[in-house]
């Protein structure tokens, strides 16, 4: 069955750095599209980022844009999402998001403070 299992989360301080990954398995990751979506207390959840099967296309919401990068390799069944110059506001439980039904995974946990 497909899986999507996020790794990398942590506690990091304001203009930190951290980097996502998602392993996928249980489906032909090279020919899905992936994103990364993140979900804050009280806030609606965020597209964050999305990449295309082939990793020629990725798109931001204007939130992340210039601090974060999604990536992927197909060799490996991954995506990533490299994320610098953390700010507060981007403290959430961060999905990934993909595959022929477009599962979830179970998070990972992203708390930027000082």
């Known amino acids: 069955q497909v899986q999507l299992v996020e790794s990398g989360g942590g506690l990091v301080q304001p203009g930190g750095s951290l980097r996502l990954s998602c392993a996928a398995s249980?489906?032909?990751?090279?020919?899905?599209?992936m994103s990364w979506i993140r979900q804050a207390p009280g806030k609606e959840r965020e597209l964050v980022a999305a990449?295309?099967?082939?990793?020629?296309?990725?798109d931001y919401a204007d939130s992340v844009k210039g601090r974060f990068t999604i990536s992927r390799d197909n060799a490996k069944n991954t995506v990533y999402l490299q994320m610098n110059s953390l700010k507060p506001e981007d403290t959430a439980v961060y999905y990934c998001?993909?595959?022929?039904?477009?599962?979830w995974g179970q998070g990972t946990q992203v708390t930027v403070s000082s």
């Open positions: 998001k993909g595959g022929p039904r477009g599962s």
């Open positions: 249980g489906f032909t990751f090279s020919s899905y599209a």
């Open positions: 990449i295309t099967a082939a990793g020629g296309s990725r």
